[in-house]
Nanobody, 124 residues
């Protein structure tokens, strides 16, 4: 069983930045792939595999979003820069033992464990 808790959402002006955090806990959680999804489109915007070190960032956010991990804290971060109004929405982190293998684009239905989400609003 894996538990995920997201934080870091909020209101930001266009062009601003936010860092989302996903804290994972549970058995062997350090061996799971973690992905970030947009709620509205169910698009996987980024993922990270702790098993092979692979990462993926979607073309739609390439150059603006980066994903990283703090191993000892079991935390995965989504750094969001140059935010646009179209980035507004709920963001969820998800985990799966086979997640993000070889940096593959995360598919919504492939992830077993989900956090409660955090909301990002980009508005002037």
């Amino acid at each position: 069983q894996v538990q995920l808790v997201e934080s870091g959402g909020g209101l930001v002006q266009p062009g601003g930045s936010l860092t989302l955090s996903c804290v994972a806990s549970g058995t062997n959680v350090d061996r799971y792939g973690i992905a970030w999804f947009r709620q509205s489109s169910r698009e996987g915007v980024a993922c990270l595999s702790t098993r092979d070190g692979s990462t993926f960032v979607a073309d739609s956010v390439e150059g603006r979003f980066t994903i990283s991990r703090d191993g000892p804290k079991n935390t995965v971060y989504l750094q969001m820069n140059n935010l646009k109004p179209e980035d507004t929405g709920g963001y969820y982190c998800a985990a799966d033992f086979f997640g993000c293998r070889s940096g593959s684009k995360p598919a919504y239905n492939d992830y077993r464990y989900w956090g409660q989400g955090t909301r990002v609003t980009v508005s002037s």
